[in-house]
């Protein structure tokens, strides 16, 4: 019972699917964002503190978290405006925007895996590393994206009732058009 609610959560299958067909809101959702933006913000705070050896101060972990918890919103709000206004250009089943915010929701478990290996990424050239002197970190990256780019699109699929090819489609020219901005604006 225990395995098959966890392999709903990670494959985003049996009722948290029909949650996202539904349309209906579960608390699952914020709490994935929640947990994702923990692994974030203790990430950002351990890799800070790495060096000193001081005892631990909660309140900037407190302060981290917090903060990590806001960018990651800020991804979802962003994503899910990107993912919601493909789905109505392209015809898909008509949604409200706080249902696909809260079915993306459910994708942000790698998402917050592959900001932490971000972090770590970070940390290692501020050291004078490389990531190919780290492969673990890289494949770790590669990783935790394409499976989020797959819960997207099963997602994305999911509300709209896309075919998965469309959904692929859909996706893949939200994050060209996300790329494109960040290769612009900087990031």
Known sequence: MLLNWLWDIVAIDGK????????RSLLLSPLIVFVAAQIHGLALFYYKNAASTDQVNIAEAAFYVVFGYMAVIASQLGIALLLWGIGKVLGGAASRFIDVFIAVGYAFLP???????NTHYNFLQKAGGSISGSPLTGLVMLS?????????????????GFP?????????VSFVFILSFIYLVGY
């Open 16 to 23: 948290i699917a029909a949650s996202i067909r539904e349309k």
């Open 111 to 117: 998402y917050g895996v592959l900001l932490a290996a």
């Open 144 to 160: 935790a994206f394409v499976y989020f780019l797959y819960l997207l699109t099963k997602v994305l699929h999911l509300l709209t």
């Open 164 to 172: 998965m090819k469309r959904a692929v489609v859909c996706v893949a």
